[in-house]
């Protein structure tokens, strides 16, 4: 039958005239193809002596790959440089045909490539080439190869694993090679056996069956740790191979394993601009090849492919040295990992060899310390070590004679990055944390590795993604305050013009795993990385997790929309302010509530959420002061470490007219500004204490604190006064007499670095006798304001307290409403239009008396737009609010005053302490009066005073240096403007 479809191919394919000529031997032609006898001819002939058998080329060579039943791959000895390779075919032969590109195998295609690759793979055979074929891709060889004087050929036709071709019509002499294969396929179709057989249930079974669509993490769990068998069918790169492992009788698994513990050159992938396809050799001639483009970039093979495949040093080298070595040979493997794409990571072993450890032995390949078992760690380590020392292969090029440093990470200041100790100290995200050494005391900011976490919002207005609120939550609950060993797994280099080195950790907590815990509850998901990037220690734990997320159906994983958190946020804003005012009747009568510290501001003042009303809050603690100086930082710490993002306990008792409440904070039940108060970090402040029931336990608990002179009590003297505290008065008193010295009052704090004052001179004397006279001449019957442009003068009354002050309005009315400037105070608001009056001239003649200040030679953040905006506004605000400062005019702009303050009773500068806080940065601008706020050093002096405070908060990354340095760009005249609140 098969040698009838062929003579029926060949007979379709001729003229119309040559058919009619072929129909006269047809009846002879099918006689001969039916029962062939190459010995009975139709006519007597003399005995010829036999012919010599064509011979092109032949030698020894040894067998590196088995594609098919009839063809192999041959590594031909040369005297220079890598053996040359060679496909040869079986002259006369043709095998089942092996299934590619999803296409199943002929009946028989995998016992004849078996049955050949068992007889010669990696032996030394005896080949012949007959004759050559050259086709457009690649020249094909035909022709035989032995061992010790066996044919394979003729073996595999005897077995019925091949069948012999017919003779083509052109060729009329039979050579005894051909004889004898004819012979041998006779016998084995007279025995039935192979594909001769007449079984055809049989033959099906026969068909291997591929497995390539399968769980593979169950596949891992099914194998981990346990060697099994497993044939080579294919080498990507040094490192990759495609292995087959059997399941069940004819079915094998076909998975991509990666090299455990190495990682050799590999094949970049770049796209084709313009592809050129090249069609390949077809019929009884085609040859199995591979055929995805990742295993075309290995063969070096890109004609039909839409990419190119660029190679790095040494990836060819890495790919034949492997190929020589494992290429469709039995090995024993064992799984060591999996990854979200399906890509195994394993141990190969041939001959009881490890493949790795050679590898790194050629220095065809380096080490990988992250998915390197540990039993082969130190053995991979001395391997790699002893292939540099040589400087063998890629350990000569460049690139590798330069020593790899580990970048500090700027972020945090911690060093190299390691294994580390520590306390969680906040819970940033789901995803971040901050630890703190216990030893030195350094923060590191800890990513966890391996897993994508819900975001938080980062800018105003916007939302948190679903879930990212209860992953945040469940980190804060499970850590902070506890402590923690992380293990560092790698680093990531973000994109983008500021790139940022991040580090990421497995965290462990008293031997849990806190990412997996995430997991499981459906709070993150785990990241599905590239096949050689490193990842978590505890990769295929997380992997498991995540299955049994998916099987609950737990939060991102279910179909249970995530909880919306509608809150008000009572901290920042106009708008909060007045809404706070709101709050506080609610909240003064709840008594004691549950909430959350969310933020420090300092020792005594924090940031509270509060779960029953849905609201953020600023929330001092009452009846004490923090110190100042340099013991305000250590004092917050102290409050930040004990309170921050701790759950808390607080009465509100009071409301200051910024909207902050004011009241006790209990932390674990206890007074926690009784707790400042025995540790030195605050003093009792007598008018607002009396009024509390804890007023006795506080002042016994600072005369005990001062009695022990603890922190800001160290220097204190019963009966007498701070010495120091009186040098600095005597020298802030001295300052004042300078020429362009004042004694200020501040009015209105815009944010850290913007505010209004009245400065203490004759005028504002006259001020407290104009507002009398304004007050008694009832504005109520004056003419009513005609607004006509902005800056005019009006009268306006002022909401909290019914009186008259003097106005300006700042820009245009919008509708009925008018904003207006009170010009004597620096304050804003928002009146009726109709309410204005328009002055008497008699009350617009003396000057305004708020003036426009700001503190010179620093740049605070924006209280609305920038981070530690509210938190510098707050301190600023501790430092000058209801005290008498002293104010040195450094420079002016137009009606702007650029001053250097201090507090006149302890010396403390106002400009330093922001800076040294790390609430300012010093500004580029270089100084531009001819004093300063030191009263006997030049306005270069004190900028230089100024720096040195900068650098050592840099140092000890306080609030804005928190992650390392922050943009130092000019800032332009549009950041300067006032901002309204």
């Known amino acids: 039958d098969v040698y009838k479809r062929q003579y029926q191919r060949r007979v379709r394919a001729l003229p119309f005239t040559s058919f009619f000529c072929l129909l006269l031997f047809s009846k002879t032609i099918s006689i001969n193809m039916a029962t062939p006898a190459p010995k009975s001819q139709p006519k007597q002939q003399p005995e010829q002596p036999e012919k010599k058998e064509r011979v092109k080329e032949e030698g020894k060579a040894i067998v590196k790959a088995v594609i098919s039943g009839d063809t192999v791959t041959l590594l031909l ?95 009329k002499e039979v050579r005894s090679s051909y004889q004898d294969l004819l012979n041998a396929a006779q016998e084995a179709e007279a025995k039935g056996r192979g594909v001769y057989s007449k079984d055809m249930a049989y033959a099906e079974k026969t068909i291997r069956n591929v497995i390539n669509k399968f769980n593979s993490f169950g596949l891992y769990q099914q194998y981990k740790g346990t060697p099994i068998k497993g044939i080579v069918d294919f080498v990507r790169e040094g490192t990759t191979l495609r292995i087959l492992i059997l399941h069940k009788e004819n079915a094998w698994y076909e998975i991509l394993l990666h090299l455990s513990g190495v990682q050799s050159p590999i094949y970049k992938i770049e796209n084709k601009s313009a592809t050129t396809s090249t069609p390949a050799p077809t019929g009884d001639n085609a040859v199995d090849s591979p055929s995805t483009d990742a295993d075309e970039a290995s063969s070096g093979t890109t004609s039909g492919s839409k990419f190119n495949f660029i190679p790095e040093p040494f990836a060819p080298e890495a790919k034949y040295f492997t190929e020589r070595l494992l290429l469709h040979r039995d090995v024993q493997i064992t799984l060591e990992g999996v990854d979200k794409q399906g890509n195994f990571f394993g141990t190969v072993l041939f001959e009881g060899r490890n493949i790795a450890d050679q590898l790194l032995l050629q220095g065809l390949a380096k080490f990988v310390e992250w998915n390197a078992s540990p039993q082969d760690k130190e053995k991979f380590r001395a391997a790699e070590k002893r292939a540099q020392q040589q400087k063998l292969r890629i350990h000569s090029l460049a690139s590798a004679s330069k020593p790899t440093t580990q970048q500090s990470p700027t972020a945090t200041g911690e060093g190299a990055p390691g294994d580390t100790f520590g306390k969680v100290r906040e819970v940033i ?38 879930w990212a609120w209860e992953a945040k939550e469940f980190l804060r609950r499970k850590l902070v305050g506890k402590p923690v060993r992380c293990v560092f797994d790698y680093s990531r280099t973000l994109p983008g013009e500021n790139a940022v080195e991040r580090h990421f950790y497995t965290v462990f907590w008293d031997k849990i795993n806190i990412a997996i ?119 917050t710490e102290f409050t930040r ?142 003419a009513p304001f005609a607004f006509q442009k902005v800056g005019d003068l009006c009268l306006s009354k002022y909401a909290e307290d019914g009186k008259w002050y003097r106005a300006s309005v700042v820009e245009r009315p919008k509708g009925n409403q008018v904003t207006v400037l009170y010009v004597d105070y620096g304050n804003t608001e928002t009146v009726p239009l109709a309410s204005l009056r328009a002055i008497d001239k008699r009350f617009s003649t003396l000057p305004y008396q708020a003036k426009d200040c700001y503190l ?126």
């Not at 009606?895 to 790390?918: D, F, H």
């Open 77 to 171: 000895p040369k005297p220079v440089g890598p053996p040359e390779e060679k496909d040869l075919t079986f002259s006369s032969l043709t095998a089942p045909r092996l299934g590619r590109q999803g296409k199943k195998d002929e009946p028989y295609a995998w016992q004849s490539r078996e049955f050949l690759r068992n007889l010669c793979i990696g032996k030394q055979v005896d080949y012949v080439i007959e004759h050559t074929i050259q086709h457009a891709s690649k020249a094909m060889n035909y022709g035989s190869i032995s061992i010790a004087g066996t044919n394979l050929a003729l073996l595999s036709a005897t077995e019925g694993l091949c069948r012999v071709k017919p003779l083509r019509d052109n060729q």
């Open 429 to 466: 995200s789901g995803g971040s944390l901050v630890i703190v050494d216990p030893n030195t005391n350094v923060r590191r900011l800890i990513n966890l590795s391996s897993v994508k976490v819900p975001r938080m919002a980062t800018r105003e207005g916007a939302e948190d993604e679903p």
């Open 517 to 635: 815990k995430l997991v499981e509850q459906g709070l993150a998901s785990v990241v599905s990385h590239k096949a050689d990037e490193k990842r978590s220690v505890e990769y295929e734990a997380l992997l498991t997790a995540e299955n049994k997320g998916k099987a609950e159906g737990a939060g991102l994983f279910g179909k249970k929309l995530a909880p919306v958190h509608h809150v008000n946020n009572l901290s920042r804003g106009d708008a909060a302010r007045s809404k706070a005012k709101q709050f506080f009747p609610l909240l003064q009568r709840a008594g004691r509530l549950t909430g959350l510290v969310d933020y420090v501001f300092s020792a005594t003042k924090l940031k509270i959420y509060c779960e029953k009303q849905s609201c953020f809050l600023n929330f001092a603690i009452g009846g004490i002061r923090g110190p100042e100086g340099d013991l305000a930082n250590e004092a």
């Open 641 to 782: 470490d004990k309170c921050h993002q701790r759950e808390v306990e607080f009465e509100v008792e009071a409301q200051d007219k910024g909207g902050n409440f004011i009241g006790n904070l209990y932390l674990k039940k206890a007074l926690f500004g009784l707790k400042l108060i025995e540790q030195g970090y605050a003093a009792v402040h007598e008018p607002s204490a009396s009024r509390s029931p804890h007023f006795k336990e506080l002042v016994e608990a600072q005369e005990i604190a001062q009695s022990q002179k603890k922190k800001m009590w160290k220097d204190y003297v019963p009966g007498q006064e701070n010495k120091e505290q009186v040098a600095k008065q005597a020298a802030a008193t001295a300052h004042t007499n300078a020429p362009s010295s004042k004694i200020l009052f501040v009015t209105e704090i815009i944010d850290g670095g913007h505010f209004y004052a009245q400065f203490q001179t004759n005028e504002l004397v006259a001020l407290e006798e104009l507002m009398t006279s304004i007050q008694e001449s009832n504005p109520n019957n004056f």
């Open 856 to 981: 010179a030679y620093i740049k605070v953040p924006a209280v609305e737009t920038d981070d530690f905006g509210r938190e510098a506004a707050e301190y600023f605000r501790e430092l000058v609010w209801d005290k008498s400062m002293y104010g040195h005019v450094e420079y002016t702009e137009g009606n702007k005053y650029y001053l250097s303050i201090g507090e006149i009773s302890t010396g403390v500068l106002v400009n330093a302490a922001l800076v040294k806080a790390g609430l300012a940065q010093v500004d580029k601008q270089t100084p531009r009066g001819p004093g300063s706020a030191s009263g006997h050093v030049d306005s270069a002096r004190f900028w230089s005073v100024l720096k040195e405070e900068e650098e050592q908060a840099r140092k000890a990354h306080r609030n804005i240096w928190q992650y390392g340095d922050i943009d130092e760009d000019e800032e332009d005249e549009s950041s300067r403007r006032p901002r309204r609140r």
